[in-house]
């Protein structure tokens, strides 16, 4: 399938209304640049001082966490569709391994290292004569705040470095430059991605070093966006986040806890004509948006209301009184209420035809200061799950051209498959890639 510039553009956004925060859903609404990671200050709101970054919190033993630790085991990585955390990571890596053996050794010490922060199995002290096995800036396990690391793999790992041209998941391919999408190639693509997620900023940080520390031979930092999501309180089916243009972002997403609709949106199945190997994994799509948030607050609010499809302050579509009411587009067939190029009308026609196209959204706002121009820097990390890649590229080519286009830029990103879950203790990520 063909993608157009303009498309695409409209796609990466539109996951959701939506743009994608955090919980991001997948029903009607769906969505970063970067500039170097870097410092941001508490952008959650909270008025607690431990409610992100507080030592005190991250004691030593997993004290004070605040969540719990997360079972790795099963048919899919358990970080793809856990609950929503405030904190989330992205770390792209290019691969150096010298051949596939090097290279299957790699993704073996990648799951030990991710099983054993996930579950909070504590680390050996060793002898002061020796480097300590762990930074000890969070205590010895981490904190249990539901940490997670999913393992995704991109079109690259599939050349001709390792002999794994033929086990390619069918439609990925690296992510398109497309012209006017502003693609960073430093930011975009690599061999391996990790998305990290947790309630605290330190533990995501604490992750990636004794991951990094066990990959080291093999993995080579690519690019990496640091992420947030302020968390409220919420009604089943609710999204609980806004992204930085102020509206509730993620509405109607697909329920992580019903079955029945992760398999037929999500997981890849026996009978996808995909390898085998890559059953009960997922095609990930990640764009970073740049929302050019100066421009968009001198914006009158109905127009930015019109643009997106719902009320800003309780997130309600149009025609609607709360969050969790269903637009009728039947009974709008004119857009007298609904434009009909809002944001969530395109993303989500609610039709039979575009029926199959849903997304399981998990977006992170993002903030890297600002940029040579003295402009704020900030935007959406849209992610996205999806069984088939079509999924995804049919909503970007309803997006195409859509007014909210001229308030943000993708600039980086990419796409990438979610590796299939270990079931047992004595399996490993991507094991099925060398049987």
Not at 142 to 161: E, K, Q
């Amino acid at each position: 399938m063909t993608v157009d510039r303009r498309t695409f553009l409209r796609g990466a956004v539109a996951s959701g209304a939506t743009l994608g925060v955090g919980a991001c859903r997948s029903g009607d609404d769906a969505s970063p640049p970067t500039s170097a990671p870097g410092d941001r200050t508490d952008t959650t709101g909270s008025t607690d001082p431990d409610a992100r970054n507080g030592p005190a919190n991250l004691g030593g033993g997993g004290g004070g966490g605040g969540g719990e630790y997360l079972e790795f085991e099963g048919r899919h990585q358990t970080g793809i569709a856990a609950p929503t955390t405030e904190d989330g990571l992205l770390v792209a890596f290019r691969c150096t391994a010298s051949d596939r053996d090097e290279l299957a050794a790699m993704f073996q010490a990648l799951t030990d290292e991710s099983r054993r922060l996930m579950t909070g199995e504590p680390y050996e002290e060793r002898e002061p004569a020796f480097p300590p096995l762990h930074t000890g800036h969070v205590g010895n396990p981490a904190p249990a705040v539901n940490l997670s690391v999913v393992t995704s793999v991109g079109a690259s790992l599939f050349d001709d470095r390792f002999g794994l041209a033929d086990r390619r998941p069918r439609d990925l391919v690296k992510m398109p430059f497309l012209a006017n999408d502003r693609l960073d190639p430093q930011r975009s693509h690599g061999d391996v991605l990790l998305t990290i997620a947790s309630g605290h900023e330190d533990v995501n940080l604490f992750a990636l070093r004794q991951l990094m520390r066990v990959t080291r031979s093999s993995l080579t930092l690519h690019w990496m966006l640091e992420g947030y999501n302020r968390r409220t309180e919420a009604r089943k089916g609710e999204a609980g986040v806004r992204n930085l243009m102020g509206f509730v972002d993620g509405t109607s997403n697909l329920d992580h806890e019903d079955t029945a609709a992760m398999d037929r949106y999500v997981w890849v199945a026996d009978g996808d004509r995909e390898p085998a190997w890559a059953t009960d994994g997922s095609y990930h799509v990640v764009r970073v948006i740049r929302m050019l948030v100066e421009f968009w607050d001198r914006t009158k609010l109905s127009e930015q209301e019109a643009l997106i499809g719902r009320r800003k302050e309780t997130g309600a579509p149009l025609d609607g009184d709360a969050e969790l009411d269903v637009p009728d587009y039947d009974a709008d067939p004119d857009g007298a209420l609904t434009p009909l190029d809002a944001h969530i009308r395109l993303a989500n026609p609610r039709t039979t035809k575009t029926d199959d196209d849903l997304l399981f959204r998990r977006g992170l706002n993002f903030s890297r200061g600002f940029d040579r121009d003295g402009l704020l820097d900030q935007g959406l990390a849209f992610a996205s799950f999806q069984r088939r890649m079509s999924q995804f590229l049919n909503t970007q080519e309803r997006l195409a051209g859509e007014p909210l286009e001229e308030y943000i830029r993708p600039q980086g990103g990419g796409f990438y498959f979610a590796l299939p879950g270990v079931t047992d203790s004595t399996g490993w990520l991507g094991q099925g890639l060398f049987a």
